[in-house]
């Protein structure tokens, strides 16, 4: 075996600069290399079989090249698992390790984050489960953090979060559009963003519909099964029922259905369900297939870690300017409850 090709054999057989070699293999940001230049170096370093001394590039810039990913997540389900994919995969893709850990209460949450100091990550992506405001630990304040599924009073952190409010008139308009004009809400009686924001998002569709908003039509009871049966049992048994329901979550959706088997309601046939998370092993296991508005989980996962490079790409004094929070959308994801409206 040949010795190993070096940053200066790639440069000259792509006919760049090592310093233009260097940006595209460390997926500098900032930089002004076109992607034919950038395809370019790719091919003649893998053809090479070059591989970056990531170690030496660590202390050359004084970088672990690792990032902690700290919440109240449990990647082994569905919706917390693509939130981790899509970070994992974008760390992965630029060089960096991701080193996932769960604080669920405050004493383990201090003693996680202990840990990621000791293994010199140099940024902390702080997430949660559900979309909710938090107070990000003193102990974080030392290292640079971007807020995953959560916002915080601190509006230097940058944040991502769902489009609630755009994912709930999504959902909406879709009703809307199938006919119905009697669309109820089976919300929480949590005080959380995501209700607050998916009840403005089912007002302001109603709203640009021509469609009066009726708080008679809206019910809120615990974020389950259960609850969602409660709901449905109450809204769909007055003599002037909705013909669609909205649901705040997959699960109360599920509720529903029972509900409106009880009451001899055919799904779509005579009331449409819209539910929300897009929970594929509800959705796809209710009959019929449950509509739902999708949460961007993958792709906030995505964000949180490019926007923690670029962060980190940044001299010290400036990092508080790219402070930016953003709200990705929630696409509808079709299947089988939704009909058109019973004349």
């Known amino acids: ?11 000259a057989a792509a006919g760049v600069s090592v310093t233009t070699v260097s940006h595209v ?23 090479l079989g070059y591989a970056a ?53 405050p004493e383990v949450e201090r003693r996680e984050i202990r840990a990621l100091a000791r293994h010199r990550v140099d940024g902390v992506l702080y997430a949660t ?20 599924n959560a916002r915080s009073a601190d509006a230097t952190l940058p ?29 929480t ?7 607050r924001g998916r009840l403005l998002g089912y007002r302001e569709a109603l709203w640009a519909a021509g469609v009066p908003y009726r708080p008679e039509l809206v019910h809120a009871d615990v974020g389950d099964p259960a609850g969602g049966h409660r709901a449905a049992r109450a809204l769909l048994g007055t003599a002037d029922r909705p013909t669609a329901l909205f649901c705040f979550t997959d699960a109360m959706a599920m509720g529903v259905y029972r509900a409106a088997a009880e009451l001899g309601l055919r799904v779509p046939q005579e009331l449409s369900v819209v539910g929300c998370a897009n929970q594929e092993v509800i959705a796809d296991g209710l009959f019929p297939a449950l509509t739902s508005v ?13 926007t923690m490079v670029e962060l980190l790409d940044r001299p010290k004094g400036a990092r508080r300017r790219v402070a930016r929070h953003v709200a990705l959308p929630c696409p509808l994801v079709r299947r089988a409850s939704v009909a058109a409206a019973p004349h």
């Open 129 to 148: 489960m559900d979309h909710r405001v938090v107070r990000v630990p003193d102990e974080l304040r030392p290292m640079p953090v971007v807020l995953l």
């Open 159 to 187: 944040s991502v979060v769902p489009d609630e409010r755009g994912g709930a008139a999504t959902a909406v308009r879709e009703l809307l559009a199938h006919g119905h004009r009697r669309i109820g809400f089976v919300t």
């Open 53 to 105: 001394n990531g170690l030496a590039r660590g202390l050359r810039l004084q970088r672990s090249y690792a990032l902690g990913l700290l919440g109240d997540v449990v990647a082994a389900t569905g919706q917390a698992g693509r939130l981790v994919l899509g970070a994992q995969e974008t760390a992965s893709a630029r060089g960096w390790v991701l080193l996932l850990t769960t604080g669920r209460d």
């Open 189 to 195: 009686v949590d005080d959380v963003p995501a209700a």
């Open 25 to 47: 293999l460390n997926n500098k940001s900032g930089t002004r290399v076109s992607a034919q230049t950038r395809e370019r170096v790719e091919t003649v370093a893998r053809q």
């Open 294 to 306: 999708a949460l961007p989980h993958h792709g906030m996962g995505t964000w949180a870690v490019e």
């Open 1 to 11: 075996m040949g010795p190993k090709a070096s940053i200066r054999d790639v440069a």
